[in-house]
């Protein structure tokens, strides 16, 4: 790609996105509703980058958007960013890896996301026991019924409160740098932060972010979608409660410490933080509306006469992600034919209680939740990593804002604040924070938090991928309409009901958190090509054959699964998508598209058929 073609490409967009959406985001524009005592402006003091970026309309030579999407993974009380993205309504921006959930045990860093953590929705269903798993488990299926509006009104559900939508634009020289390496598809830049004077506050994290894909995501030519299910991560949130009183404190720490700050860390002068704990942000809002346009503008040929099967994992962020999910959907379709009748949506919510089965949240495995050899690992794996280049980033700190006498932990918290503050802004608009720290040291960020995923709940972890089992076999039942066949985490309850688990649909949508789909993605084998990772030394993502924390799970990240009918085939093929990148699916002999017959990826799915290792689960 030569930067001759720049401006006819970004002229093309341009064009494409006014005629598509242009409406649309006119109608959203008109509905803002600021949260109480907000101004609708700057959500936090951090050297005046929350301010509103005009986009210059001209689509002039290298302005391009340049976006980055913060990933946050984080876990109440465990102590535990993206890459170049593409979406069906958007351009490509270049994103960040984000905060990383560590397996279980303290180390310095960033929260978890927590699947069970403290901010639960109170259930007043009754527990129902169905007997016992493997050497005496218990094995609660809680009936669940379907909530139309899930703590909220109606009105409060269809009307988001929203600061209008901006266009973040990069001068002349940024597009010149960024595009040839979105174009190369240099997989391993994940955390591509460019200098802080060129940035500032004219470079903001795009809401709209995917990965670009090696194999093409469009349908292919004689083929017809005839199936589609969505697993989502909920949108970009706030700390948790615990992180927040954390992160305060390293700042008031810095803050006693230093008398006066100058250069790039003068903001921290006057820095106050605005973090809030545990639910969305207004940034992550917006995510999740753009997914469920994204979704609609995907699949629109299968949504004309249907609407989703929702569910969501009972955690407040979650369910309220699937509600602005469905809000982007419903409006887009509204847009471009008639309104449903039957919206809001119902929502399936699953609780996360103790003892619930619920396949969109971990908790049931008790040797997983509470053997030290199981639940440390990923935490073990990413110490070691930070030895190998923390220290000396403490020291670049200390030395450049002595007497802070900032600790190791104190270094993780300052750069955990970069993608929190970040997603903090309605707009996100990238905080000054990130300016803080080269490049180099944020690509081992990135890949300290791709530890903590890979051996916290991938396939590093002997009883990471059992527990994305039930999933597993829950997809297998809606592609094939037959029966579940599960014995792991699985609420039959819920799963022998035609109401609550229908067969017959072509569209499904689950929402839940970063671990269980990491799990999720580890029990279907779709990261089979990645080698153990090195916890002592830093590898690429073409190295790791495509596994990234920022590639996977990141804030509002989502795997696309889809059937399709195509001229010439005797049977259904199959494809993946994640966040935008197929996969090849060489587990079952995946073509040139990424595509395999629906029976041979049925049949690579053995070790969700078998219950993985849940057996290990109750032993001990």
């Known amino acids: ?8 490409m ?23 509703q600021p949260r109480g005592g907000e101004d609708g402006g700057n959500a936090d003091n951090d050297g005046g980058q929350d301010q509103a970026l005009a986009d210059d309309g001209q689509g002039g030579i290298m302005n391009f958007e340049l976006g980055v999407e913060l990933e946050i993974i984080e876990e109440e009380e465990v102590p535990a960013v993206p890459e170049q993205q593409h979406d069906v309504v958007d351009q490509a921006p270049i994103g960040i890896a984000g905060i990383g959930d560590l397996a279980q045990e303290p180390a310095p860093g960033a929260d978890q996301e927590g699947n069970r953590g403290d901010a639960l929705d109170p259930n007043p269903l009754q527990q129902e026991n169905h007997g016992q798993g493997p050497a005496g488990a218990p094995n609660h299926d809680a009936p669940v019924a379907q909530n139309q509006n899930p703590g909220l009104p109606a009105e409060q559900h269809r009307v988001v409160r ?20 979105v174009a190369a598809g240099m997989g391993d830049l994940i955390l591509l932060f460019l200098p802080s004077s060129s940035l500032q506050s004219q ?20 083929c017809k979608v005839t199936f589609a299910q969505i697993l989502s991560r909920h949108g970009a949130r706030h700390p948790t409660s615990s992180k927040t009183k954390i992160y305060g404190s390293t700042i008031q720490k ?38 469920g346009i994204a979704f609609y503008s995907r699949y629109k040929n299968l ?32 847009t471009a034919q008639k309104a449903d009748i039957d919206y809001p949506y119902p929502i399936l919510e699953i609780p996360e209680g103790d003892g619930y089965n619920n396949t969109l949240n971990h908790g049931l495995c008790r040797t997983f939740e509470e053997s030290q050899p199981y639940h440390s690992i990923g935490s073990r794996a990413q110490q070691t990593f930070l030895e190998t280049f923390l220290p000396a980033v403490t020291d670049r ?14 270094t993780v918290n300052i750069m955990d604040l970069c993608p929190f503050t970040t997603v903090a802004s309605p707009i996100g608009a990238i905080s000054s924070f990130c300016d803080l720290f080269t490049d180099d040291e944020w690509h081992h960020y990135d890949y300290y938090q791709t530890l903590g995923k890979y051996y916290g709940y991938g396939p590093g972890n002997p009883l990471g991928p059992s527990q994305g089992v039930g999933f597993a076999n829950e997809l297998v039942a809606r592609m094939t309409e037959r029966p579940v066949d599960d014995h792991t985490s699985v609420n039959h309850t819920l799963d022998y009901n035609a109401i609550t688990f229908p067969l017959n649909q072509a569209l499904y949508v689950d929402v839940s958190h970063d671990n269980d789909m990491t799990a999720i993605f580890s029990a279907m084998g779709l990261y089979n ?16 054959r495509g596994y990234s924390a920022a590639w996977t799970v990141p804030f509002a990240g989502r795997a696309y699964f889809e059937k399709m009918e195509c001229r010439g085939e005797k049977e259904e093929l199959v494809r993946i998508i994640v966040n935008d990148r197929v996969l090849p699916l060489e587990t079952c002999g995946g073509d040139a598209l990424g595509r395999c017959t629906l029976s041979k990826f049925v049949g690579s799915l053995s070790f969700a058929a078998g219950g993985g290792k849940w057996d290990m689960c109750f032993t001990g």
């Open 529 to 544: 090509r990645t080698r153990a990772l090195c916890n002592t030394s830093i590898e690429t993502t073409w190295q790791t």
């Open 10 to 32: 970004r002229a093309m967009y341009n064009g494409l996105r006014k005629k598509l959406f242009d409406k649309l985001e006119k109608k959203w524009a008109r509905q803002i």
């Open 1 to 8: 790609m030569t930067l001759a073609t720049l401006p006819y």
């Open 254 to 291: 810095l803050q006693d410490n230093v008398q006066q700050f100058s250069g790039k860390y003068s903001f921290l002068n006057n820095f106050t933080s605005s973090l809030d704990a545990d639910q969305l942000t207004v940034f992550g809002e917006r995510q999740m509306i753009h997914s």
């Open 162 to 181: 929203l600061v209008p939508l901006v266009s973040a634009v990069v001068h002349t020289m940024m597009g010149a740098l960024a595009f040839p390496a």
């Open 397 to 410: 700190l200390n030395a450049d804002l002595a007497p802070a006498n900032l600790s190791a932990s104190d």
């Open 203 to 222: 470079t903001c994290v795009d809401e709209r972010d995917g990965v670009p894909s090696d194999i093409p995501d469009l349908v292919p030519p004689n």
């Open 303 to 334: 949504a004309k006469q249907r609407i989703p099967f929702i569910r969501a994992s009972g955690e407040a962020r979650v369910v309220q992600s699937a509600q602005n999910f469905s809000q982007g959907f419903h409006d887009a379709k509204s």
